[in-house]
């Protein structure tokens, strides 16, 4: 209880400090999301148009997806130094490839005959994926997205430690001052917005009905 406490304490004597990283936190997080979405699926879109692209870019993908990212943030330091630029690169990647894999999958699932019926009706090839592709895809891209989301909050957190801010700053300040408290009313935010987030995308797939 007097973890909690101090917590609370830090919240309220330092709630100027936290609300400046909080912010710091959405807008490295959200441009990254938003532009990781736009990438991730307009290459399961050519990859699911082009089967040679589809099968150089699967084995990369899976790759990628195996390297720490802490690993990605540190090899990006001499091309990009430190700060918010390579930090964003960095959660732009990892925020890519489930949105890549979910969306080709969705994509892929989508039945021939509906497609043929379309094309038997007049329609070209974009409206065909813009009507029919994408929409019928579109519980496999909310999923990505919402997964994705919630991957890129957290490993923001990381993004402290090469100088981009964010909550990680509290967490990284607790780490070097032995400071508990600090580490968690860091924590606790992160993981207060990512399940937030995550709570609005269910709402979001609810109302839907996807």
């Not at 600090?182 to 839907?208: P, R």
């Amino acid at each position: 209880m007097s973890l909690l406490r101090e917590v609370l304490s830090l919240y309220w004597t330092r709630k100027d400090f936290f609300l400046h990283l909080f912010v710091q936190h959405l807008q490295l997080s959200f441009f990254a999301v938003s532009v990781a979405a736009l990438i991730g699926v307009i290459i399961a879109v050519l990859m699911c148009k082009n089967q040679t692209l589809n099968k150089v870019l699967t084995p990369i993908i899976n790759i990628l997806y195996t390297i720490p990212s802490i690993a990605v943030f540190g090899l990006l330091i001499p091309l990009m130094g430190i700060g918010f630029f390579n930090a964003w690169t960095t959660l732009v990647i990892y925020g890519v490839l489930p949105v890549t894999r979910n969306t080709l999958t969705g994509l892929q699932n989508v039945q021939k005959t509906t497609m043929e019926a379309a094309m038997l009706d007049g329609c070209g090839p974009m409206r065909i994926l813009f009507l029919i592709e994408i929409p019928l895809s579109m519980p496999y891209i909310l999923s990505s997205l919402r997964t994705m989301t919630v991957m890129v909050i957290a490993l923001a957190g990381i993004a402290a430690f090469i100088g981009a801010g964010g909550l990680g700053v509290a967490v990284w300040r607790g780490i070097t001052m032995n400071y508990t408290a600090m580490i968690v009313a860091g924590s606790i935010l992160i993981a207060f917005l990512a399940v937030i987030v995550d709570l609005c995308f269910v709402y979001v797939q609810k109302f839907f009905h996807i």
